[in-house]
């Protein structure tokens, strides 16, 4: 038996609000026997006023609106366009065969359409409003022309009437074969059965959400548990599928070969199923990001999960590297200032997959004890196997430290002189305070500890492929040993967790006069002036890449280091607050520094979800074993998880967002991007205490 199938149940409803308006858009997928590949599916629009609760402020009188809905064949073949209310348009696709789109609007409400021939579809909403401006120039109106260029592979149709209004777009596919059917089929997804099929869907998801996470059993009240289900679906809702080819900085070594084509080398041309951290700033995917969303999509829909997963690893080349943001196709790279567009083949970005991963094997294993071996499981793990292995040999080769078993995150900017600390991106935490002078002597903690988890995941794995483990056990036992570790990245001095490298504390940035050889006229420019040369040894940061022992359950519950590491987190001179975990202490140098004159300080003081809940997962472990320190765990757990919930629930009502990250100071604001609805979305799991 495996898990439920729910990939032919999919529905989903959002709300947005503009300008006073309500938009409602609900999309449910239905596979039919006779629909296409993919099966057939329906879209609901509806428009309202948007009811205003503050006294005084009255009701507008209605107005008249107008909302479009686009289909374009990327491919570019061209569409029939019927306009009207009832089939719209038609088509075939390779994928789908034949197609139909048809509309069905209410009596009250107009419909208008254009077609158009267009070699890009990532400006579409431009040429829209192209046309309409033309319209209102020439006609007087604001209204598509009923008029379709030759060939055209793009349809656009307005429907316009007065809110309340709303509209439904019926897609069925496999036509060519079933002509006389489709208009069954599409009768059975619009009016009153989708209204229908709607209600049960919403229904379903109450109940599952209900039997999955048990949150009337764990929080408060209905104002978590109306957050949790806002994180649940707005992570889900932001799974999206990408197609395209990301663009890779040439590396130093092949900059004069003949396979330089331009400045840039192309991927090659990849899908990618993932879920994205923020839809509105960064509608992409991000390698470590994923990890921690797929900690939660796998307890919703596991095989959801591994599918996306496997698109990932997918896009390991063959030196076993895989592109920390993939930025794909037009539309995506439309979003990124140019500058950030590359990717280079020598940065890392933390192996957080292993953590999903390592929990779907645990997840076999039960039932594999149980007598249930899950067979399509056992056959993912086959297939991600060898590609797990050269992740990790990528890792094991080019992120490797001078020192025996130590590592470190490859490509710091040791040259710049713009930033007070170079910054560390592959790491994932940013503008965290490393070594001040980037070396090969460097040692990077929390890179050490994410290669315990990678090793002791594929020696897992290893078994359950029944593949050979014996060297994935070694280098295990060797990344897990205590003195080992204690030797590279322990301070006795301090009794703290760090990086070791060419550091110095002594450096500030300074506003420097100068004349622009060019213009002639004086200039200032900001630069980092180190007052007191670099010495190797400790580097004295204290913060999030402290506590990756205790994270990846490195240290045993009776070694001196534990209890120190517990009592050091919750001294609220270092990294304790109401609001969860600051990233940085108070006391380190760099605490809420500026990086230059125009980077805020982002992962040196603001609380961070995905950190807090990898501690929370420590201490819900450590609270269970019996010992000297399951009482302690168990207290610091109950409280840093309600300082977490309750300050993401009182900012999520006052806002209607969940943040990037939340201000360790100044109430716990929200801060940074919103709405951001990736990892911190982990509160859910923390509110149903799912580790
Ligand atoms: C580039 C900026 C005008 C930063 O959530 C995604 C990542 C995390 O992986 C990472 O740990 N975020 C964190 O430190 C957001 C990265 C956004 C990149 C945007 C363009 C220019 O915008």
């Known amino acids: 038996m495996g898990p439920p199938r729910w990939s032919h149940l999919w529905a989903s409803a959002q709300e947005i609000i503009d300008q006073g308006l309500a938009i409602t858009t609900s999309f449910m997928k239905h596979e039919d026997p006779k629909s296409g590949y993919g099966g057939d599916w329906a879209v609901r629009v509806a428009v309202a006023e948007k009811k205003r609760h503050k006294e005084g402020e009255q009701i507008k009188t209605p107005r008249q609106v107008s909302l479009f809905f686009y289909i ?23 994928e789908v065969g034949g197609w139909e789109l048809h509309v069905k609007n209410q009596e009250t409400s107009s419909a208008s359409f254009v077609g158009l021939r267009c070699k890009h579809t990532h400006n579409l909403t431009q040429l829209v409003w192209q ?117 890779i900085a040439i590396p130093p070594e092949y900059q004069d070969s003949e396979t330089k084509d ?78 950030f567009v590359k990717q280079h083949t020598s940065n890392a970005n933390p192996p957080a997959l292993f953590m999903a991963i390592h929990k779907l094997a645990t997840a076999f294993e039960i039932e594999k004890s149980l007598g249930l071996p ?124 760090l990086d070791y490298g060419l550091h110095t504390e002594k450096v500030e940035l300074q506003r420097k006069n100068f004349v622009d050889p060019q213009t002639g006229f004086m200039q200032t420019e900001v630069e980092r002036v180190v007052l007191k040369p670099p010495e190797l040894g400790w580097v004295p940061h204290y913060g999030y890449n402290s506590l990756f022992p205790l994270l990846m359950g490195l240290l045993p519950l009776d070694s001196p280091m534990f209890a120190n590491q517990m009592e050091l987190l919750r001294n609220e001179t270092n990294l304790w607050t109401t609001f969860g975990l600051r990233s940085l202490a108070t006391t380190s140098s760099l605490y809420m520094k500026h990086n230059t004159e125009h980077d805020a300080p982002y ?18 472990h450590c609270s269970k074993v019996d010992g000297q320190h399951s009482s302690k765990c168990s207290e610091t757990y109950s409280q840093l998880r309600a300082h977490l919930i309750r300050n993401v629930v009182k900012r999520y009502h006052e806002s209607g967002y969940l943040w990037e990250q939340y201000d360790n100071a100044n109430k716990g604001k929200g801060k940074g991007s919103h709405p951001f609805t990736g990892w911190t979305s982990l509160i859910l799991l923390i509110m149903s205490d799912s580790y």
Not at 292 to 317: G, P, Y
Not at 388 to 395: I, P, T, V
Not at 605 to 619: D, E, F, R, T
Request: a negative charge.
């Open 72 to 94: 374009a064949d990327e491919a570019g073949s061209s569409l029939k366009i019927s306009g009207g209310n009832g089939k719209f348009a038609a088509g075939t696709a390779n």
């Open 374 to 497: 899950n067979e399509e499981d056992r056959v993912f793990f086959e297939r991600l196997y060898p590609r797990l292995e050269a992740w990790f040999r990528w890792f094991n080769t080019s992120q490797t430290g001078k020192e025996t078993s130590s590592y470190y995150w490859h490509g710091r900017n040791a040259q710049t002189k713009r930033e007070l600390n170079p910054t560390t991106l592959m790491s994932g935490l940013d503008d965290y305070p490393r070594a001040s002078h980037p070396t090969d002597d460097e040692r990077h903690l929390d890179l050490r500890c994410w290669m315990a988890l990678a090793a002791q995941s594929l020696a897992k794995l290893a078994s359950i492929v029944d593949a050979p483990n014996e060297v994935y056990v070694a280098t295990a036992a060797q990344l897990t040993d205590l003195d080992l570790l204690n030797k590279l990245h322990y301070d006795a001095g301090s009794g703290r967790y």
């Open 262 to 339: 331009g400045d840039v080398w192309k991927y090659w041309p990849a899908a990618l199923y993932t879920a994205v951290p923020s839809r509105s700033f960064f509608p992409r995917g991000f390698l470590w990001d994923e990890g921690f969303h797929q900690l939660l999509v796998s307890r919703w829909d596991r095989k959801m999960s591994k599918e996306i997963i496997a698109h990932w690893f997918d896009l390991l080349n063959i030196d076993g590297w895989i592109p920390r943001e993939q930025i794909l196709g037009d539309e995506a790279r439309s979003k990124v200032p140019d500058a």
């Open 603 to 620: 992962w040196r003081g603001p609380v961070w979800m995905n950190i807090n809940y990898l501690v929370l997962s420590a201490l819900d």
């Open 131 to 247: 046309v309409l401006e033309k319209q209102a120039r020439t006609q007087g109106r604001i209204e598509l022309p009923n008029a379709a260029e030759k060939s055209s592979n793009f349809a656009a149709i307005q429907v316009t009437g007065v809110a309340p209004l709303s509209f439904d777009v019926v897609f069925v596919s496999g036509t060519e074969k079933h002509t006389v059917e489709a208009s069954e089929r599409v009768k059975n997804l619009s009016g009153v059965n989708l209204t229908k099929r709607l209600t049960e869907r919403e229904e379903m998801f109450e109940k599952r959400f209900q039997s999955t996470f048990h949150l009337q059993d764990k929080v408060k009240g209905e104002r978590e548990v109306e957050v949790g289900r806002v994180a649940l679906s707005n992570l889900l809702g932001s799974i999206g599928y990408f197609y395209g080819q990301s663009l």
